[in-house]
Every structure is written in structure tokens, then in C-alpha cells.
């Protein structure tokens, strides 16, 4: 599910990039050399409305039953972020 999420964020803005294995590699790893510093601030909070998200409904699916939704966290990501 994780994957398919950050698939479909990475094709929304247009990128292709390479995810590392830990979580704190990834979020060193994921700014845009093309950005400025405050681009890519707000490139990282981008990451952050993508993790939350994904940890919201991950909740969802184990506590309350619910379907895995790639397309809905994306919705909401979109709303949020």
C-alpha cells in the first residue's frame, strides 16, 4: 500500500525517484536539487502530509476493518498538503 501510495505522489508532481530503505534516509533523501532551501522546505512538508496520511489509514485498515485505498490517502494527501 505505502508503495503505491508514494508511486502515484511521485507521478502527480511529475518525478521518479529512488526510495531508500529507512524512513530517516528517505526523508534526507527526498528534496529536489532544481529547489531552492524554502522549496524544499516545503517539499518536506510534502513528506510529512504523505507519511501522516499513509499512517492514518494504515490505523484504519487494522483497527476499524477498512479497505486499503491508495487513491483516497492520495485524495486526502492532495486536500492536506
Known sequence: MVKEVWDVCERWVGILSVR???VLSHYH???????I???NQ???IL????VIETWIHRNKVV???EFVDSVKIFSLI????
Open 47 to 50: 513528506w510529512v502530509t504523505i
Open 37 to 39: 532551501t524554502k522549496g
Open 20 to 22: 531508500q530503505e529507512s
Open 78 to 81: 492532495q486536500i492536506r498538503g
Open 63 to 65: 483497527f476499524r476493518n
Open 42 to 44: 516545503l517539499w518536506k
Open 29 to 35: 533523501h527526498f528534496q529536489l536539487s532544481m529547489l
